[in-house]
């Protein structure tokens, strides 16, 4: 398998850039993930990267390699998909990502019971808010919030959920609860914002009685993290646009008051996002399969809760 091994080592190394993404992608040393590479190098009589202090680039022929390489390593992904199906004993190793207020609040505390399920299945949950490339970071399956840029992945959709804006009773009863959207971009009030490099959605789009309207809000405080928006909206300190299932408990205890109702946040589509070849491997169906009526259930009983 050492050959094998090596092959993967250098996909990843050219996919990432960098040996010691790579290595870390991998869970092995960077120096277990250099001398990998230079195994291959030495076997095949070529250089594959040019390697300076800053910068690690392809050659020649670690471009043509890579192609190669990619096709070997999806023969042995699809036959060793083909034997799991037969056997009908799904198992191996399950990267999933999903955004921090979706993987906090509704998969990690499913991953137990699925482990349970399929003992034969490891899962490594990675959550960010920031926009993820499933090839590159070597994603099996990816929980998404909105509509995906990439047309080339395959989606399956969960559900179309449900937002609210929202603000600490402290906040209103400072500056007054707002009565139309426009109190929202005129320096009325003040909102939180959830902001990360290429963040897609820098306006909050709101129901009216014209239509979607998306307003550009004003505030002092942004943050890449969800979860700190919502402590940050608990503490006082400004009207949050945030999903239901986020907030829940905080709606049915009165920690936070929904405010324009009446034009309330365009829900928002919740799914799976996948590449084809990924969906060939039994292990990822099985848990797209298994996640979705799940996660669908929590999702109907955090807007129970929040209505409660």
């Given at each position: 398998?050492s050959?094998?091994?090596?092959?993967?080592?250098?996909?990843?190394?050219?996919e990432?850039?960098?040996m010691?993404?790579?290595?870390?992608?991998?869970?092995?040393?960077?120096?277990?993930?250099?001398?990998?590479?230079?195994?291959l190098?030495?076997?095949?009589?070529?250089?594959?990267?040019?390697?300076?202090?800053?910068?690690?680039?392809?050659?020649?022929?670690?471009?043509?390699?890579?192609?190669?390489?990619?096709?070997?390593?999806?023969?042995?992904?699809?036959?060793e998909?083909?034997?799991?199906?037969?056997?009908?004993?799904?198992?191996?190793?399950?990267?999933?990502a999903?955004?921090?207020?979706?993987?906090?609040?509704?998969?990690?505390?499913?991953?137990?019971?699925?482990?349970?399920?399929?003992?034969?299945?490891d899962?490594?949950?990675?959550?960010?808010?920031?926009k993820?490339?499933?090839?590159?970071?070597?994603?099996?399956?990816?929980?998404?919030?909105?509509?995906?840029?990439?047309s080339?992945?395959?989606?399956?959709?969960?559900?179309?959920?449900?937002?609210?804006?929202?603000?600490?009773?402290?906040?209103?009863?400072?500056?007054?609860?707002?009565?139309?959207?426009?109190?929202?971009?005129?320096?009325?009030?003040?909102?939180?914002?959830?902001?990360?490099?290429?963040?897609?959605?820098?306006?909050w789009?709101?129901?009216?009685?014209?239509?979607?309207?998306?307003?550009a809000?004003?505030?002092?405080?942004?943050?890449?993290?969800?979860?700190?928006?919502?402590?940050?909206?608990?503490?006082?300190?400004?009207?949050?646009?945030?999903?239901?299932?986020?907030i829940?408990?905080?709606?049915?205890?009165?920690?936070?008051?929904?405010?324009?109702t009446?034009?309330?946040?365009?829900?928002?589509?919740?799914?799976?996002?996948?590449?084809?070849?990924?969906?060939?491997?039994?292990?990822?169906?099985?848990?797209?399969?298994w996640?979705?009526?799940r996660?669908?259930?929590?999702?109907?009983?955090?807007?129970?809760?929040?209505?409660?």
């Amino acid at each position: 398998m050492s050959y094998f091994d090596n092959i993967r080592t250098f996909v990843r190394v050219y996919e990432l850039g960098s040996m010691s993404a790579a290595a870390r992608d991998q869970r092995i040393s960077a120096a277990v993930a250099s001398s990998r590479i230079s195994q291959l190098e030495d076997y095949l009589s070529v250089r594959l990267f040019h390697r300076t202090t800053r910068q690690l680039n392809p050659t020649e022929q670690g471009n043509i390699f890579y192609e190669g390489a990619c096709k070997i390593l999806e023969s042995i992904d699809e036959a060793e998909a083909a034997v799991n199906s037969i056997t009908q004993s799904p198992r191996g190793l399950l990267h999933v990502a999903a955004p921090l207020g979706v993987g906090r609040r509704l998969i990690a505390p499913l991953i137990p019971e699925f482990k349970k399920e399929y003992p034969l299945i490891d899962l490594r949950l990675r959550l960010s808010d920031r926009k993820l490339d499933l090839t590159a970071e070597g994603l099996d399956v990816a929980f998404f919030l909105g509509l995906p840029e990439d047309s080339t992945l395959r989606i399956k959709k969960i559900a179309d959920c449900t937002r609210v804006l929202c603000a600490a009773p402290t906040y209103l009863a400072e500056k007054g609860t707002p009565e139309t959207p426009t109190q929202l971009t005129n320096d009325t009030h003040d909102c939180l914002n959830l902001r990360y490099p290429g963040a897609p959605e820098f306006q909050w789009p709101l129901e009216t009685t014209e239509g979607v309207q998306r307003f550009a809000v004003k505030g002092p405080f942004e943050s890449d993290d969800g979860d700190v928006l919502t402590d940050w909206a608990l503490g006082g300190l400004g009207i949050t646009l945030k999903p239901v299932f986020e907030i829940a408990e905080h709606l049915a205890s009165g920690a936070l008051t929904p405010v324009l109702t009446e034009t309330p946040p365009v829900s928002i589509q919740m799914a799976l996002l996948y590449t084809h070849r990924r969906h060939q491997d039994p292990k990822t169906r099985l848990f797209i399969d298994w996640m979705t009526p799940r996660v669908q259930a929590e999702l109907k009983k955090n807007l129970a809760t929040a209505a409660a």
